[in-house]
Nanobody, 123 residues
Framework: QVQLVESGGGMVQAGDSLRLSCAASGGTFTSSTMAWFRQAPGKEREFVAAVIWSGRSTYYADSVKDRFTISRDNVKYTVSLQMNSLKPEDTAVYYC????????????????WGQGTQVTVSS
């Protein structure tokens, strides 16, 4: 059974940076596409970023492009999200997700989810 545990959330001010991490266990991490999603209060969960198994290809939502960077470590079985120039509209619970796939496509359904970590950005 795959387990995903997020960490690194917190409260920051607009313009600050934050780094989220997700530790994976119980599966074949190196065969997975990993992603970050977020859900703000009263809104639907939305895609943030994804990285394929090799780390060579990454994908981003337009709202975070050029500010966020997703990366993975296939030795430590972790995936990270470096968030720079944070804005109040980035406030949300951030979720790590795992899909048994060697590639990514839009609206892909992910198999496993973490419990989420709260990110709050004040103006």
């Amino acid at each position: 059974q795959v387990q995903l545990v997020e960490s690194g959330g917190g409260m920051v001010q607009a313009g600050d940076s934050l780094r989220l991490s997700c530790a994976a266990s119980g599966g074949t991490f190196t065969s997975s596409t990993m992603a970050w999603f977020r859900q703000a209060p009263g809104k639907e969960r939305e895609f943030v970023a994804a990285v394929i198994w090799s780390g060579r290809s990454t994908y981003y939502a337009d709202s975070v492009k050029d500010r966020f960077t997703i990366s993975r470590d296939n030795v430590k079985y972790t995936v990270s999200l470096q968030m720079n120039s944070l804005k109040p509209e980035d406030t949300a619970v951030y979720y790590c997700a795992d899909k048994r796939s060697n590639y990514y496509y839009a609206n892909m359904l992910f198999d496993y989810w973490g419990q989420g970590t709260q990110v709050t950005v004040s103006s």
